[in-house]
C-alpha cells in the first residue's frame, strides 16, 4: 500500500531567535528538516509533502528536491489545518504518516514498526512515556486501547497525571483522514485545529487507533531552542559512535569526537579526542587519527597516520602517508602512497608522488611533484603572480634544499638538486646541482660598532 508522508514545518520557532526558519537549523550539519527527509525516504514514501508557512522560500530554496511537494499553510491554525492543506496533493487509496520537521531523531526502524504494526485499515500514534509530561498530549487508553489524546490546556486534573504522551506522529488512511480532518473543529482551549482529534474521531467510527512506543524520549525530542539543538547534536554524535564501535571503529573518548557528515571507516581504524569530521570522510584500514584533528570530505588511505591538530579537506593520501603534526592538506591535495607532511606545511591542488617527504615550514600549491622527491624546510612555490596560478613541476628524486622559491611556471627535473636559499625562475636540469645564490662575503674590517658615550 502507497505511503505518505506529511511533514509539518510551518511553525515559527522564536524560541530559536535566530533569522534562519526552524526547520533550517544545523543538527550534525545539516537542516533538521534534512534529517526528517532523510527518513522519510528511508521508509519508502511514494508522496513527501511538507507544510511550510514562516520562511518558505528560504526553506523551499534549501530543499530544491524534486520529490518534495509543498504546501503552504499561510496562517498556523493548529496541527489538524496544518495536514490539511497538504490533503489535496496526497493520492488517494495509501496511507498518510505525519512527521514533525523539527523532530529529527526519529529514527527509521521506529517508523517502520509502526506501519508493521498496523493494519492497512486502521491507525497509529507513536506515543512515549515521559517522567514529565508538562506540556504534551496525553494519551488517554480504554481497557488498554487508545481512546483519545488531550492536550495539555485541555486536559483534566487526571489527566494531566497521565505519563504517556502523543509525540505528534500520526498513521492514518488516507481517505479516512481526509474525511475527518474537513469535519475537525476549534472549540478547545487554544482555539486550534488539532490533528489529534482525529484519534478520537477514529475510535467513533469503529477504526482502532494503535498506541505505539518510540524507543526512547530522545527519539521523538522536539527541538524548540539551542538549548534542545545542542543536546540533540550530542545525542545523534552518540548514536552515530555506537554505531562506528559496533563496526570496529576505536575511540579514545566516544563523548569526545564529532562526526557530522558521513564517515565511511575500514577496520581498526582508531579516533583520538576532539576530532571534528565533517562532510564526506573515508579512512581505509588501520587510519589513526590523532588528537584534534578537523577533516572534511577528504580520503585517508590505509595505515595513513594523522598526527595531532592537522587540517584537511578535499584532500586525498594514499596508503601509509604521515601527515602532521599541524599540516593543513587543502582541497586537491593529493598524496600518492608512503608521503611524508609535516609540521606548518600547506599543500594546495598538488599531486605528491610514492614516498615523497615535505617535512617543515612549506608551501606547496599547484605543483606536480614526482617520487622519492624530498623537499627542504621552508619551500615555497610562488604560485601566484598576483593574476594567475602557475605550475611547479618537481621530477622524481629532486632535492629540494631548504629555503627555496620556486617561482612558477619552473620545472625541476628528475634527480636535480637545488641549492638552499635559491629563488628559481628557469628550468633546473635532471641530475645537477642548480644554485641561486648571491656570492657569500665576509667584510675583512668590518666592526660592531658600540654605544655612544
Ligand atoms: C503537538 C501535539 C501534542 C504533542 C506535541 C508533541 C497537536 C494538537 N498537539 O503539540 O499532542 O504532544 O505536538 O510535540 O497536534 N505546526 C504547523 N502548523 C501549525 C501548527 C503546528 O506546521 O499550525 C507544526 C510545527 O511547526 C511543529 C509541529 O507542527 O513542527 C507541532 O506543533 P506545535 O505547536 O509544537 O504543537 P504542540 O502544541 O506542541
Ligand atoms: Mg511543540
Redesign the pocket.
Known sequence: MSLSIVI????Q?KRMRSRLP?VLQPLAEKPLLGHVLDTARAVGAGDICV?Y?HGGDEVQARFPDEDIRWAL?AE???????VLQAMPGTPAGGRTLVL????PLLSADTIERLLDNTPDDEMAVLTVDLADPT???RIIREGGMVVR?V?HKDASREELRVNE????VMLCPTDLLKRWLDGLGNDNAQG?Y???DVIATAVEHGVTVHGIKARSPEEVA?INDKQQLAEAERALQQLRVEALMRRGVGFADPARVDIRGELDCGSDVFIDVNAVLEGKVTLGDGVSVGPNNLIRDAVLGADTVVHSNCHIEGAETGENCEIGPFARLRPGARLAPNVKVGNFVEIKKSNVGDGSKVNHLTYIGDAEIGAGVNVGAGTITCNYDGVNKHKTVIGDGAFIGSGVELVAPVEVGRNATIGAGSTLTRPAPDDRLTLERAKQFTHKSWKRPEKKK
Open positions: 509539518l514545518a510551518a511553525g520557532g526552524k507544510v508557512g499553510q498556523q491554525l493548529g496541527t489538524g489545518h496544518a514533525f520537521g523539527d523532530v506540556g504534551y498530549g489524546n492536550e504522551i502523543n509525540t505528534g486550534e488539532y490533528l489529534t522536539g
